[in-house]
């Protein structure tokens, strides 16, 4: 079975930093494409950075500057969001997205971890 499993959620104040990592498990014969989206209380499911085996990446712009998505690690199939600068507006459900090839190539979705940028 094929999934992605998040990691790195929690309760940070404003101005702080969390890491968000996502690891790919099963057959994988190779990666397409990682990334993060995320979804806020009452809101919309929204990109928030994705980079591409060949490391091209797209990030939203209220982002921008702030959070940095890393390579595909494609030796344990894992990508890693590090968010600084954090801000309360940034709090929402954190999803991981992976384009993967198994037999065929397939969509996958983490289960979501949720970051709290609170006082």
């Known amino acids: 079975q094929v999934q992605l499993v998040e990691s790195g959620g929690g309760l940070v104040q404003p101005g702080g930093s969390l890491r968000l990592s996502c690891a790919a498990s099963?057959?994988?014969?190779?990666?397409?494409?990682m990334g993060w989206y995320r979804q806020a209380p009452g809101k919309q499911r929204e990109l928030v950075a994705t980079?591409?085996?060949?490391?091209?990446?797209?990030y939203a712009d209220s982002v921008k500057g702030r959070f940095t998505i890393s390579s595909i690690d494609n030796a344990n199939n894992t990508v890693w969001l590090q968010m600084n600068s954090l801000k309360p507006e940034d709090t929402a459900v954190y999803y991981c997205?992976?384009?993967?090839?198994?037999?065929?190539?397939?969509?996958?979705w983490g289960q979501g971890t949720l970051v709290t940028v609170s006082s």
């Open positions: 997205n992976a384009v993967v090839r198994v037999y065929r190539y397939l969509e996958l």
């Open positions: 099963g057959s994988i014969f190779s990666i397409n494409a």
């Open positions: 980079i591409t085996s060949g490391r091209n990446t797209n």
